[in-house]
């Protein structure tokens, strides 16, 4: 079965400075997707960003950014620049062959004004 | 535009009652799902369907059902609600297919409180 394992229950930045989540998970597939998800108080989830594993080229959406170590399956996100508005819990997923999502425990971002 | 939408945005209600939550989603998706998201932030799986498979997470107790009226709805019903069920319950819907591109789009959440 896979799993998704976010190692950072809280992460704290400071506002303009750069943050890196780390995820990692654990599957025998070749082909998936991975997501990172944020989740602000006001509880709804939005992706922040998306990588197909069969892609060498990392994805990139404005300031966030991942780097996706698919040996290491390894998958995390870099914020540059924080701002107050990106303080939330940020889930890592996983989306297998068989269209079964799997989610991380979550970080929980601080940014620091 | 709302893309998935849940009803109502509160539920509060007492021990050993049956309660619904209504979800839609008008982006013509195939596959709907519904989460539990606990106390501590954990988001776990509880039912995936579309049109041809229902899948259940064999932990959820049987007193949960989803049901389908139509492609663009899957509802949560809950049958004599206790304590533990106490928690947001997300609806997500994606374009489903394997080999599809695909992204979750989820709701804003159901916040359950059972007294």
């Known amino acids: 079965a896979q799993t998704v394992t976010q190692s950072q229950p809280e992460m704290s930045v400071q506002e303009a400075e750069t943050v890196t989540l780390s995820c990692t998970y654990d599957?025998?597939?070749?082909?998936?997707?991975l997501f990172w998800y944020k989740q602000p108080p006001s509880r709804q989830m939005i992706l922040v960003i998306r990588?197909?594993?069969?892609?060498?080229q990392n994805a990139t959406e404005n300031r966030f950014s991942v780097n996706f170590q698919k040996a290491a399956k390894s998958f995390s996100l870099k914020i540059s620049d924080s701002q107050l508005g990106d303080a939330a819990m940020y889930f890592c997923?996983?989306?297998?062959?068989?269209?079964?999502?799997?989610f991380g425990t979550g970080t929980s971002l601080t940014v620091i004004p | 535009d709302t893309a998935v939408s849940q009803t109502p945005k509160y539920l509060v209600t007492q021990m050993g009652n049956d309660k619904s939550i209504k979800c839609e989603q008008n982006l013509g998706h195939d596959t709907m799902y519904w989460y539990k998201q606990d106390s501590k932030k954990f988001l776990k799986i509880m039912f995936s369907?579309?049109?041809?498979?229902?899948?259940i997470n064999e932990t959820v107790p049987n007193r949960f059902s989803p049901k389908s009226p139509d492609k663009a709805h899957l509802n949560l019903h809950i049958n004599s609600l206790e304590l533990g069920d106490s928690a947001v319950y997300f609806c997500?819907?994606?374009?489903?297919?394997?080999?599809?591109?695909?992204?979750?789009?989820f709701g804003p959440g159901t916040r359950l409180t059972v007294l």
């Open positions: 599957t025998s597939e070749s082909d998936y997707y």
């Open positions: 997500a819907s994606s374009q489903g297919g394997a080999t599809v591109v695909d992204t979750q789009y």
């Open positions: 990588q197909e594993a069969y892609k060498q």
């Open positions: 997923a996983y989306r297998s062959t068989g269209n079964q999502f799997y």
């Open positions: 369907y579309n049109n041809k498979e229902l899948i």
